[in-house]
């Protein structure tokens, strides 16, 4: 079965392009689009894509404000944010936002369809250096450096450093000949007895733990 993937650009000229790009793909589809965003809600309630393909810049609604609705309604539907606007400025208010990528529009589509892959696998989308500068500037943080050592067990250790080196849910499952859905539930696990409440702090907590 193929992923579902909705866009939102106030361009038409974008989302035909991601369309063909995306339709092309053996493992997902493009299941619905819009240039308005509250149109697109409307449509992403019905469809209920796997993940969307968003730009900030929309006529009608703040993007931020609109990843922050998607998260509340839908959280089990994903955001990578495809913008012109300058990743150093705007992605970590996406990411705090709920979004789980960020693209410049500068990078092509075979890039987002990449995008896209690691997100529906379980990771982020993000540069190196925007996380790295994330961690290293602070943020809340619920766990401490010495609890992963003292409280996870072996595997789920093994499971938490490969997080933090940047390994998706299904290059894990590779990696360790397990299923990724028994990496899914290490995951969880391991979020439950670090105190972390969502993917986006079990990442920054492996990659500091990862780079101490």
């Not at 493009?30 to 393909?53: N, Q, R």
């Not at 495809?82 to 979004?99: K, P, T, W």
Request: net charge neutral; proline share 2%; hydrophobic share 40%.
């Amino acid at each position: 079965m193929k992923h579902k993937v909705y866009i939102l650009d106030d361009h038409p000229i974008v989302i035909e392009g991601l369309r063909k790009v995306i339709d092309s793909q053996d493992d997902m589809s493009v299941t619905g689009s819009s240039e308005d965003a509250t149109e697109a809600l409307d449509d992403i309630t019905k469809l209920k894509p796997d993940i969307i393909v968003l730009d900030i810049t929309l006529r009608d609604r703040s993007g931020v404000d609109l990843i922050k609705k998607i998260r509340t309604t839908m959280p089990t539907t994903q955001v990578l944010v495809y913008s012109m606007h300058d990743e150093n400025v705007y992605a970590e208010r996406c990411l705090r936002a709920g979004a789980m990528g960020f693209l410049m529009k500068s990078e092509g589509g075979l890039r987002v369809v990449q995008g896209l892959r690691q997100i529906l696998g379980g990771s982020f989308c993000f540069s190196a250096n925007l996380i790295g500068s994330i961690v290293s500037g602070g943020g809340p943080r619920t766990g401490s450096r010495g609890e992963p050592g003292r409280l996870l067990s072996d595997r789920q250790l093994e499971v938490f450093e490969m997080v933090g080196r940047g390994f998706d849910s299904h290059e894990i499952a590779e990696k360790l000949g397990l299923s990724a859905k028994t990496v899914d539930a290490h995951k969880a696990n391991i979020r439950q007895k670090l105190g972390l409440n969502s993917a986006r702090e079990l990442l920054m907590e492996a990659v500091r733990w990862v780079e101490k």
